[in-house]
Nanobody, 123 residues
Framework: EVQLVESGGGLVQAGGSLRLSCAAS????????IGWFRQAPGKEREGVSY????????YYADSVKGRFTISSDNAKNTVYLQMNSLKPEDTAVYYC????????????????WGKGTLVTVSL
């Protein structure tokens, strides 16, 4: 059974930090790109970041560049998203996703999804 289990969300003040984790199982972790989408109330789902476990290639949305860092621990089949200098506009449900690294990082092209973890950034 494929599972992507997110953790690490919560409430933080603007300027603070959180680290999200995504524990993956049930598929070939090393062959996939794994990353994060987010969805704020009333907004479309947005691709935030991903890392390709086959070659280490990373992607960041412009809105998070310089503030978020994605990393992968292949021994633990876990991907992390370190989020620093958080802003209220980062408030959203963050979903861990996985897809072959050759695919475009578009929400409808993902193979697997986690259930999401809520990040709330207050003023």
């Amino acid at each position: 059974e494929v599972q992507l289990v997110e953790s690490g969300g919560g409430l933080v003040q603007a300027g603070g930090s959180l680290r999200l984790s995504c524990a993956a199982s049930g598929f070939a972790f090393d062959d996939y790109a794994i990353g994060w989408f987010r969805q704020a109330p009333g907004k479309e789902r947005e691709g935030v970041s991903y890392i390709s476990n086959s070659d280490g290639r990373t992607y960041y949305a412009d809105s998070v560049k310089g503030r978020f860092t994605i990393s992968s621990d292949n021994a633990k089949n876990t991907v992390y998203l370190q989020m620093n200098s958080l802003k209220p506009e980062d408030t959203a449900v963050y979903y861990c996703t996985a897809a072959p690294p050759s695919r475009l990082w578009i929400y409808y092209a993902m193979d697997y999804w986690g259930k999401g973890t809520l990040v709330t950034v207050s003023l």
